[in-house]
């Protein structure tokens, strides 16, 4: 006899990132999911009322989980740079695939695209305050947060793709190199 678990909501939300990531976003429909999962429709909607919650759910698991989750790890630390390298850490230390999978999948369907201007905004300007508290201006952070931040998603475009530990360091790599040489 088959024994059938019971999916809790952030268990769909994971396996829905995996889909994304393995099969696409063509497949984060109600039955092709259902399917992958191997669970009947009810289990879906016992969590989402409709596909559209369902997406709001997803978006919402992943702000919070790569984003508010990686800034308050690196909040443990007081320093700037102590906060920064721990983010750093705290990247390399976590499956980020989705990342550029939910990119292009905005691309696709435009209700994603207003998660990623929250997330975006909510990434820089955390990484405009810490240099902000390195010493520059606040447009010299925030052109410096930029240029980290489109370096980091970028990278993460290019084949065959480094891995997450040449992103961060080649990223790292510049935004000291900016430090180092703002002018006034």
Same mark, same amino acid.
């Given at each position: 006899?088959?024994?059938?678990? #019971?999916?809790s909501?952030?268990?769909?939300l994971? *396996? @829905?990132?995996?889909?994304?990531?393995n099969?696409g976003p063509e497949q984060?429909?109600?039955v092709?999911?259902?399917?992958?999962k191997?669970?009947?429709?009810?289990?879906?909607?016992?969590?989402? #009322?409709?596909?559209?919650v *369902?997406?709001e759910?997803l978006?919402?698991h992943w702000?919070h989980?790569?984003?508010? =989750?990686?800034?308050?790890?690196?909040?443990t630390?007081?320093?700037?740079?102590?906060r920064?390298?721990k983010?750093?850490q $705290? &990247?390399?230390?976590?499956?980020?695939?989705a990342?550029k999978h939910?990119? @292009?999948?905005s691309l696709?369907e435009?209700?994603?695209?207003?998660h990623?201007? #929250?997330?975006d905004?909510?990434?820089?300007?955390y990484? =405009?305050?810490?240099? $902000?508290e390195?010493?520059?201006?606040?447009?010299?952070?925030?052109?410096v947060a930029l240029i980290a931040?489109a370096?980091?998603l970028?990278?993460q475009?290019i084949q065959p @793709?480094p891995s &997450?530990?040449? &992103?961060?360091?080649v990223? =790292?790599?510049a935004?000291?190199a *900016?430090l180092?040489?703002?002018?006034?």
């Open positions: 006899m088959k024994k059938i678990m #019971k999916s909501r952030d268990q769909w994971n *396996f @829905a990132l995996e889909v994304l990531v099969h984060l429909k109600i092709p999911l259902c399917e992958l191997g669970v009947t429709k009810g289990s879906f909607y016992h969590h989402f #009322k409709n596909r559209s *369902f997406i759910s978006m919402s702000y989980t790569t984003t508010l =989750a990686f800034i308050e790890q690196a909040n630390h007081s320093s700037a740079i102590e920064l390298q983010l750093d $705290v &990247i390399a230390g976590n499956n980020i695939d990342e939910i990119r @292009a999948w696709k435009a209700v994603i695209e207003p990623l201007e #929250k997330i905004q909510q990434r820089r300007e990484l =405009a305050q810490c240099y $902000v390195l010493g520059l201006s606040p447009l010299q952070a925030n052109d931040y370096n980091f970028g990278m475009q @793709a &997450i530990d040449e &992103i961060l360091r990223t =790292a790599m935004s000291k *900016f180092l040489n703002i002018p006034d």
